[in-house]
């Protein structure tokens, strides 16, 4: 008998095993509805199913379409809503209605929404997600540098913008040197202050001793470099972006996961597996005295 | 009965937890002894110990000394030896004999040396290592690269070493794309082969489509790229070398390590206690289809 | 007679030299019309001149447009045309015969509209341009090694470009080689090939002993590295291109150039005021032995 | 007849222009002697000479043997000295009395011997130099950036050090602002300060508009990059440092030089040929609105 949890993957496990040492896709793509399919993000999420053959989509609905008639008879595995807060709860509620796992990346649609979202897929035993940030890199770039934070006492972190954002440091430093020092219980990095001081202020911001460096000129998108420094060697991570289409892999392996999981998730960190540094053992904190 | 000498490690948890958040050194340093002292490596190591507060160099020994008797009475908790492949065995038996754990980084001294010294620390209740590099950005750039080999399909590695160096491409590059592939469980990269080469060769070597390009020039030490590829935006991991000492810093974490846990060690990334990446589960191999 | 539409260009050096420390834009902004003014690229060049306070976008046409009528009243000083191969070379006449200096980065007009352009803007005594390239870090990147050439003994050259890209090396890279090899008056780099070879081809291509390297992955849009070494130390030049605006600079550029100089430009690097490396003396060829 | 002034390139230009094209060394290498000898930077100069094959190392004393006898007999045609200053000057006098050219390395001998050695080598027909700093790489990314300054509206500095560097930002940074805002004549850079400020001083020093960031960590010995910005772009100028040896390539350019051309030389630039930007004519120092 067939796991009815498993989804579209009731393959025994050495055909996935096959499956996923061959180089030419699956035989059946994963069949996906989009909401909010004339937005900005949304348009980009169409064009890159339509390009993968990993995925089919199977309707594109917006503001003014019936997503109700629009998910009837496509047979649609996971709904992708990128519409506005005041509709995508209730899109997402329509799906889990006709059996379709929502994964919705519309923000700011209020705690509430989640809570009763959570509830309907697990009553319904079905996958599905509330995720605010599907930066890819972003989330993989916080969590690397979590693991290396206690085997180094110098960092710097380094973020690069338009010149036209408003705020400095990004919110993705902050969040990194905030993690940094949390995988560190708090055990500040090696951050001298010069004796003398030829221009003011060049040795940026510091969150227990982690530098900060803000770059804004045009040019850069999104960018974010943490640098470790140990005796005779640096070790380096840096996150790139070149495009708004930069959250695409993040939604894609979020629909991946609702289907093969039928969970619920709530940050790009549990789509991807990333456990928390401080879950991977003492060790792993620190290779410095303890 | 607590052994004395043991420092640090004989303290209650609180204790150990109160000294972890705190920025000063331990009050006890732990004491150590070099053998090959006086060779290229082993003078960084003595200035190295020196050099922190959270170590003493009690000992300091070369091929015509007597290490047995330089060992007695100096109180010792770990030997460091960087000799030479004849003598590092019997020096790390001496150091054992006299209840001093051994951290072996002399190489070539064989698989059965090993596997007699793993049995003497083990019969002793010692910790202990034999670990044949002691590079830490190189093992921790190897260890973050696979964690992120299933989330991308492109991925391009860019080593670069002084022109004197006589194979391309360099071992830790080779190995590094050898363990892309095993977390990927063989799955390729994407790796697309130009159409028209108006040059030939440029699109470097490729171990399953992780493409491996060599750079030969005057001044890098020995650095390697791993720049991985999705929509929108690129993930890199650079570890640079600027100086020899660069193997200091695994050094001392080895010598933390076995005294924190009387453990034996044969590599760096049990040292630093970097979990294999095939061990952090599925989720972690691949953000891919199954 | 001064004509009165070339604005700036009459001031007396004093007032010139004030504004060009003044961060306040000039008070009168260069009239700018657009031809292909609906196109992929000539939207962006309407956006772009209406952002800057610099210049006034005072006509904008595309192929079903009459150009004429729309120059006719408008006072423009420069006509940017990014029209169609069959179009661009009437388009620039017709500027001409309204003493509007052309601009024209559209390509494959052929050389004989070239030759034809040139003689009608110098018989009206108006600057004007046929430039196919308006890349301003590229034209700049490529300059720069150029000065660089003969200062070192060691090169390599990284191109990355996104997976979809038929040829390898990149045109760009390909001509810096060149270049860089023309500057050195074909004295070859030394490029030592490796003894054992582990993996085939890491070792890249080599044009005159400069390594060429193709990246191919999802994320990049066209960027490239010249790293030149010496004794201890690396300098490396690097063009990275994040949006297909980056052509606006050097059109920019372009038309303040006619409108300043009344001279005809074939190339960007005119444009920029690069002259030759070759030209800048023997000293700038070569740090070398003679 | 021999050119006087041609000193040992007394081949004619045709012959120059073989050996120029040759990738063998020349037939006869330029004979060196060194004075500090022993001391550290001198040691690295003795082992460079000897490395390379268009050199001969034909003489090294230090500061208790008697120069001059061990250039007699010698047929140095150039003197390295990295002394001490109190030695340095009368060194430079000895070794032009025995028509050797000197090559002043050590600082702090002062104005007045500098004109004393200028003059003695112009009396006797000599080239020769005190050039206080040969970091080939750093003098190159100088000048390059200014040779930019004029084509970009956005400037980040970024320098590293390691953490025991007492001043911030490092003296080659300031300068290179300085020279960056020269070369505009004073036009600012785009500085954009952020409205909304979460972590304190991130956005670094800033000169004239020029952002300025300086990095203290382990690891680094001396880096500097500058980053000019445009639409959709970046152009990135990096010195990296690796090793002590990087002043190597500057003093071997400035023997070459001196024998070539027999002119005195007070700086690096000079020597390598580096005309200032300024003298390139109005259009290299901006292509902006006059």
């Given at each position: 008998m ?72 496509a ?28 994964v ?9 929404a ?24 972003a ?5 690397l ?8 006492e ?5 973020e ?47 969150l ?48 991946r ?13 549990e ?20």
């Open positions: 067939t796991d009815p949890r498993s989804g579209g993957d009731s393959l025994p496990e050495a055909a996935r095993e096959s499956r996923a040492r061959s180089p030419v896709p699956p035989l059946s793509p994963l069949r996906v509805a989009v909401s909010g399919a004339r937005g900005r993000v949304g348009r980009e999420i169409v064009a890159a199913l339509e390009a993968d053959p990993g995925f089919e989509c199977v309707a594109a609905a917006d503001v003014d379409d019936d997503l109700g008639a629009a998910l009837s008879g047979s649609a595995q996971v709904l992708v809503d990128f519409s506005v807060p005041t509709a995508a709860a209730g899109n997402a509620l329509t799906a889990i209605g006709q059996r379709v796992r929502p919705v990346g519309t923000t700011g649609i209020g705690d509430a989640v809570t009763t979202l959570r509830g309907r897929c697990e009553a319904a035993g079905l996958g599905g997600g509330v995720i605010p940030n599907f930066a890819l890199g989330a993989l770039l916080m969590w540098a979590e693991l290396c934070a206690g085997h180094f110098s960092c710097e972190i380094i690069s913008h338009h010149p036209t954002k408003l705020d400095a440091p990004s919110g993705t430093a902050l969040r990194t040197a905030e993690r940094l020092l949390e995988a560190r219980r708090g055990r500040p990095f090696r951050h001298p202050d010069p004796r003398t001081e030829t221009l003011p202020g060049t040795r940026g911001g510091s227990g001793g982690a530098g900060v460096h803000s770059l804004r000129l045009d040019g850069p998108v999104a960018d974010q470099t943490v640098i470790f420094g140990a005796a005779g060697q640096t070790l380096s991570l840096e996150h790139r972006t070149t495009s708004r289409t930069a959250f695409v892999p993040g939604v894609l392996a979020a629909v996961a609702v289907v093969a999981t039928e969970r619920f998730y709530t940050s790009l960190e789509v991807l597996g990333l456990p928390p540094a401080a879950s991977l053992g003492r060790a792993m904190a620190s290779s410095e005295a303890p």
